[in-house]
């Protein structure tokens, strides 16, 4: 099976699912976007001789993504940190075959503007005793579809908003790849 990653920054978690299926019989990393030329994601799918390409927002919006996802033809879509609103072209392509992880127990810091540190600040300045990860389907709104999977981990008094972040990219690393195996 084929999989596609959209990715807008540093990609840690697209390296851990190239990764995953390195050499692996179930599925394998076919191609990786970006909507940054210079996100580092691109780097590293350069380093692992993955196929990328970056776009910009109009090229999405004239349905670049539609037409590389077909011609590659893509199984899987995954979203590891992609900023923009996924096309509703894309969405109707890939019916329940579109997901994305947040790094927060959904519905729970979810929305529009909830992303990165954000997302952990405000779980400190809730004082949440944990937080975690969410994998969900994408639909039209923000973090809004299906759930799919959901991890927790704790929250000492003493965390910073950087301690919290580290801990949900621990899980993300740990959980992200096999989630995505699981549905291939
Ligand atoms: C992750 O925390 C993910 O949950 C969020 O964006 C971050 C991406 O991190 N959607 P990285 O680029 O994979 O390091």
Redesign the pocket.
């Known amino acids: 099976k084929k999989i596609a990653i959209l990715?807008?920054?540093?990609?840690?978690?697209?390296?851990?699912i190239i990764k995953h299926f390195d050499g692996s019989t179930k599925g394998k990393v076919a191609v990786i976007a970006s909507n940054k030329k210079d996100a580092?994601?691109l780097e590293r799918a350069k380093n692992h001789d993955i196929p990328f390409f970056s776009f910009n927002r109009k090229e999405m919006e004239e349905a670049v993504l539609e037409k590389a996802f077909e011609e590659l033809d893509v199984d899987l879509v995954v979203?590891?940190?992609?900023?923009l609103k996924v096309p509703d072209g894309l969405i109707h392509m890939f019916p329940e075959r579109i997901i994305?992880?947040?790094?927060a127990l959904l519905p729970k810091f979810g929305g529009k503007g909830m992303?990165?540190m954000r997302?952990h600040e405000a779980v400190k300045a809730k004082r949440e005793k944990e937080t975690g990860?969410t994998i969900h389907y994408v639909n039209e709104k923000y973090d809004d579809g299906r759930v799919i999977f959901q991890e927790n981990v704790t929250v000492d008094e003493n965390d910073t908003p950087e301690d919290i972040?580290k801990k949900?990219?621990a899980l993300?690393h740990k959980y992200f790849p096999k989630v995505i195996e699981s549905l291939l």
């Open positions: 990715a807008s920054g540093n990609g840690s978690n697209a390296e851990e580092y994601v979203l590891a940190g992609f900023l994305n992880i947040h790094p992303y990165g997302v990860i972040a949900v990219h993300e």
